[in-house]
């Protein structure tokens, strides 16, 4: 996708440069617009409690490692870690083992804002005590943390130092946009939108190539760097139909006020048309089967389970009956995630005026609004294939 800024063009190929979820503690940071996916990721804890009893207990003098693969900002990423770590604690402590020290790293694009997601970190405990007088200890954290920036879609740790993989809410960001979608003289070139959701056939098989070669690297990577017993699990956006120009909730969000609003600002004389049709979300919520056949063809890994889960509305709102809350929800929502691209491409001043425009058209729709977008994750529980 080819960002303006000032007129200054920012090819494709340094997206994963540029993008980011909305940084800072504002009202319309990821921080602060997260709590959907909180709920969400609550809710599948089961299914992540199960995909770590698969994972292999050694006594070892070297770390236990835990990965959490796009970790953004936020106490999200930090609460499911601690999850994850106390229920490995749990399984060394039920099996006798002597209890290895514990290592959790962070991973996002470079341009993701770690420093507020380190300020929410508790405190290390007391590693001269018991693992366990650690863990029991309040507002102390029983592992070592440091942040590793860089795509996920390609190699970040060394060969086979990786217990536990773990991935939420991230594979559905494309690691570019495809390059016959952004050609004008190409065929699928996703003119008038600025989202696959409505678009024709050709334009969503380019997104459906881009992300399954993009599934294909992530596993690649993960392949060599996760030690033979370890587990991962991954969950991504969703969705129900077999259809890629339907895609449900994420089309809700993008597709339709979303759109509206570049449309509004070009109607207006604010941007040109040009401008609008060169601007694309990256993301593609895949089906199961479109999931599956990148699993599958890798080879790399064997699946333990694979399900669509309904996670709900990515809405959070105190009073769902208020049209306007409904409405600023949605903007600040949209904004969380794609603000940051949005910026760069017509700059600060009029992106205002885009998500003003959005939380407007959504406010107008609110009731029906909340009762129509509704999330489906793919969740997938991986091993090695033997």
């Known amino acids: 996708m080819a960002t303006v800024a000032d007129k200054v063009v920012v090819p494709t190929m340094q997206l994963e440069r540029l993008f980011s979820m909305k940084g800072g503690k504002g009202e319309s940071s990821y921080a602060n617009n997260s709590q959907a996916q909180a709920r969400h990721a609550k809710s599948m804890l089961h299914l992540v409690k199960e995909n770590l009893d698969l994972?292999?207990?050694q006594a070892s003098d070297n770390p236990f490692v835990v990965v959490d693969l796009g970790c953004a900002s936020g106490s999200n990423t930090i609460n499911v870690v601690d999850v994850i770590i106390k229920h490995i604690i749990k399984r060394y402590e039920a099996s006798g083992l002597k209890q290895p020290e514990f290592s959790a790293f962070f991973t996002d694009l470079p341009s993701n804002d770690f420093n507020s997601l380190f300020q929410l970190l508790p405190p290390l405990g007391n590693y001269g005590a018991r693992t366990e007088e650690c863990v029991a200890a309040n507002n102390h954290r029983s592992y070592f943390t440091a942040a590793v920036p860089g795509s996920f879609y390609r190699r970040l740790f060394p060969a086979k130092t990786v217990n536990i993989?773990?991935?939420?809410?991230?594979?559905?960001?494309?690691?570019?946009?495809?390059?016959?979608?952004?050609?004008?003289?190409?065929s699928a070139y996703n003119k008038g939108r600025v989202f696959i959701h409505g678009s024709s056939a050709i334009?969503?098989?380019g997104y459906k190539k881009q992300f399954q070669t993009d599934l294909r690297s992530?596993?690649?990577a993960r392949s060599v760097e996760m030690k033979r017993g370890g587990s991962m699990?991954?969950?991504?956006?969703?969705?129900?139909?077999?259809?890629p120009t339907d895609q449900g909730g994420p089309?809700?969000?993008?597709?339709?006020?979303?759109?509206d609003a570049w449309d509004d600002l070009v109607k207006e004389g604010l941007i040109s048309s040009e401008k609008r049709d060169s601007f694309n979300i990256p993301v593609y919520a895949p089906s199961l089967q479109d999931f599956r056949e990148v699993v599958e063809s890798d080879g790399s890994f064997t699946i333990n389970k694979l399900e669509l889960f309904k996670g709900?509305?990515?809405?959070?709102?105190?009073?769902?009956?208020?049209?306007?809350?409904?409405g600023r929800a949605l903007a600040n929502s949209c904004r969380s995630v794609a603000g940051v691209l949005v910026d760069a491409h017509i700059g600060d001043k009029l992106s205002d005026e885009l998500f003003h425009r959005v939380a407007s058209r959504a406010t107008s729709h609110g009731k029906v609004l909340l009762e129509q977008i509704q999330f489906f994750h793919v969740v997938a529980s991986l091993s090695f294939a033997n």
Do not use: Y
Not at 251 to 259: E, K, N, R, V, Y
Not at 318 to 323: F, G, H, S, V
């Open 165 to 186: 993989f773990h991935s939420a809410f991230s594979l559905h960001w494309l690691s570019q946009m495809p390059e016959i979608v952004v050609d004008k003289k190409s």
């Open 218 to 220: 992530f596993l690649s």
């Open 233 to 243: 699990f991954l969950v991504c956006l969703g969705r129900t139909s077999l259809d």
């Open 312 to 326: 709900g509305s990515p809405l959070v709102v105190n009073k769902p009956d208020d049209a306007s809350e409904v």
């Open 203 to 205: 334009i969503a098989n």
């Open 55 to 57: 994972a292999e207990l």
């Open 251 to 259: 089309g809700l969000l993008f597709g339709t006020h979303f759109q």
